[in-house]
Antibody, heavy 124, light 107 residues
């Protein structure tokens, strides 16, 4: 069974940091680009960050310079280092696998596999 | 960034109704458009990719159409299990963007 399991969320103070992790299983993780998507309480879905199978990264403007996505293909894991956190970063963070196409070294896709999500609350 | 606008934001319907949700892109996304269903407290579920391709296991009452900047999700005969929030998403270019969602509730 293809599965993504996130961990690392919790309560963080404004300005603080937290590292999210996502463990992948049941598919060839190293061959896929991966993304993080978040959802603030009662709100819609927001794409956060992308990493290619080889480690190239793209970020939403709202998190650029504060968040860092990384992966360990040997460990089948994805990470999101979140720093300088703000109240508006409060959300459920989902690790997602895209299925689509690649062009010019960047891959694009609809998200066919989602983790269960991990909640990050930024509050004093 | 490409803006995705869904309408309506809320839709009240009855079991058996034909339901149509519209998603408009601020610029062309070709046919790189997906639809998701999300129930309260649950993870979003991919229903349709590439505008009209149903995911395995998705009932045939769901269908998608469109191209360029205007897309629709149609539920031909609404079932009790279909009351949920639906999101469109473009994956033509980064930043990937979602529509604001359409909540389908019971009339």
């Amino acid at each position: 069974e293809m599965q993504l399991v996130e961990s690392g969320g919790g309560l963080v103070q404004p300005g603080g940091s937290v590292r999210l992790s996502c463990a992948a299983s049941g598919f060839a993780f190293s061959r896929y680009s991966m993304n993080w998507v978040r959802q603030a309480p009662g709100k819609g879905l927001e794409w956060v960050s992308y990493i290619s199978s080889g480690g190239n990264t793209i970020y939403a403007d709202s998190v650029k310079g504060r968040f860092t996505i990384s992966r360990d293909n040997a460990e089948n894991s994805l990470h999101l280092q979140m720093s300088s956190l703000r109240a508006e970063d409060t959300a459920v963070y989902y690790c997602v696998r895209p299925s689509g196409y690649c062009s010019g070294g960047t891959c694009y896709g609809a998200f066919d596999i989602w983790g269960q999500g991990t909640m990050v609350t930024v509050s004093s | 960034d490409i803006q995705m606008t869904q309408s309506p934001s809320t839709l009240s319907a009855s079991v058996g109704d034909r339901v149509t949700i519209t998603c408009r892109a601020s610029e062309s996304v070709s046919n790189w458009l997906a639809w998701y269903q999300q129930k309260p407290g649950k993870v979003p579920k991919l229903l349709i990719h590439k505008t009209s391709s149903l995911e395995n296991g998705v009932p045939s009452r769901f269908s998608g159409s469109g191209s360029g900047t205007e897309f629709t999700l149609t539920i031909s005969s609404l079932q009790p299990d279909d009351f949920a929030t639906y999101y469109c998403q473009q994956y033509n270019s980064y930043s990937l963007t979602f529509g604001g969602g359409t909540k389908v509730d019971i009339k």
